[in-house]
């Protein structure tokens, strides 16, 4: 193998020497030079920024994707620089199997209607979470990945470049050192007396010689310390220019993160809306399928004499405290129920009224509804033929209609 035996030994010398000197200084046997609180402050703000964003990195990952198989799949279609496969979202595949459940169920009955529509509320919920983790990966990983892979590495880079300049600056100012003293040593034994009356003055000869030794020893040791200082400043410019770019770094971080919070907050208001509709829907149909039901179980017991519909009722459902409701005879006119028209003309009954917390804001549709906000307290009773999904609420003063599915109904 051809190679240069003189630069592989000068460098295994400055390696050594390197070493020497990091070693020597750990043990408090070298000085070192100091950085000023400038570098030194910016130094623990960029070591501060790396910690923070691999941890923000990695916890986000969690966010966006909790099953750690699937991101140890992602990473690895990342380091082999191939496309990640598309993967069906947890929303998605739980509407798929209340889609195939709905079809062996019957699409037409109650509950395959009911699976239908929440199926296709979860399969939008699972393209809004796409879109989400897709949005947050571009706008706010990617940025963050970047910095860590790219600048960061470059800042490391360059601050390993510049420890290696602080220690050949501490070993040229040793070995400066350490050749002053020897020829100052030096020096003061060639000053002495000569004893001329030994047949050679072998020690004033040896004194002279080696004084003229280490003046050039010195020298050399001079211009060397020289060079060193002038690497040493440069590579501290350059490392410190980098190091002020931590600024520039954060400005663009915050941008992603207002970025991310908003694409987050689109997500979060999305599902919201999704859900506040299935609700609607599954609570307009909830009276029409729970009578049919109900219908259904007393026809298929006994005769409507032997059982009454409240005793089926209170058969089938648990038993929770409920509003008395007095039941309408198909065929007969019930002037009450007309009345209902009309919330603020009907009176309370004397006993059955109950109090409730509104858990979503609702808007009057007319003039016999009363509008609702979210958390506040209203007493409701039912009247006699009234729908089974509607009640009349009482606000101070205020009366009207109120849809049950907005309200918890509290003991």
């Not at 007393?298 to 209170?314: D, L, R, Y």
């Amino acid at each position: 193998m051809d190679f240069n035996v003189k630069k592989l030994a000068s460098d295994a010398g400055v390696f050594f020497s390197r070493a020497m000197q990091f070693t020597e200084e750990k043990l408090g046997q070298a000085e070192k030079t100091e950085l000023d609180a400038h570098f030194e402050n910016l130094l623990a703000r960029a070591d501060c920024t790396k910690n923070w964003t691999e941890k923000i990195l990695r916890q986000t990952e969690v966010l966006l994707q909790p099953n750690p198989s699937a991101r140890v799949e992602e990473f690895l279609y990342e380091k082999l620089d191939r496309k990640v496969p598309s993967r069906v979202t947890n929303g998605e595949l739980l509407a798929q199997y209340m889609t195939e459940a709905a079809n062996d169920f019957g699409p037409g009955t109650p509950y395959g209607k009911t699976l239908i529509k929440v199926g296709e509320t979860q399969r939008r919920l699972g393209a809004a979470e796409r879109d989400f983790i897709h949005s947050a990966s571009i706008n706010f990983l990617t940025p963050l990945r970047n910095f860590l892979e790219g600048d960061w590495r470059t800042i490391s880079k360059e601050r390993r470049i510049l420890q290696n300049r602080r220690l050949d600056l501490d070993a040229c100012k040793a070995r400066l050192k350490k050749a002053k003293a020897a020829e100052a040593k030096a020096a003061c034994e060639g000053d002495a007396v000569p004893d001329f009356q030994e047949t050679r003055p072998r020690n004033y000869v040896l004194s002279a010689s080696a004084s003229a030794l280490w003046s050039d020893e010195v020298e050399k040791a001079e211009h060397e310390l020289r060079l060193t200082q002038t690497e040493f400043d440069r590579q501290a410019e350059v490392t410190r220019l980098l190091l002020e770019g931590i600024s520039s770094t954060h400005v663009n971080h915050l941008r992603c993160l207002h970025e991310f919070v908003e694409s987050q907050t689109n997500y979060y208001a999305q599902c919201y809306q999704y859900m506040l509709d299935l609700q609607k829907q599954l609570g307009s149909s909830k009276g029409e399928i729970f009578s049919g039901t109900f219908v259904g179980n007393a026809e298929s017991t006994s005769p409507p004499a032997a059982t009454s519909p409240p005793a089926v009722a209170a058969a089938t459902l648990p038993a929770v405290p409920t509003i008395p409701v007095v039941p309408t005879i198909v065929g007969v006119p019930n002037t009450v129920a007309e009345s209902v028209l009309n919330p603020n003309e009907v009176k309370p009954p004397a006993s059955g009224t109950r109090k409730a917390r509104v858990l979503y804001d609702y808007e009057a549709a007319d003039s016999t509804e009363l509008a609702l906000l979210a958390d506040e307290m209203i007493t409701v009773y039912s009247l006699p033929g009234m729908d089974p999904d509607w009640l009349i609420g009482e606000r101070g003063n205020q009366k009207g209609k109120v849809p049950v599915t907005y309200l918890e109904l509290l003991s």
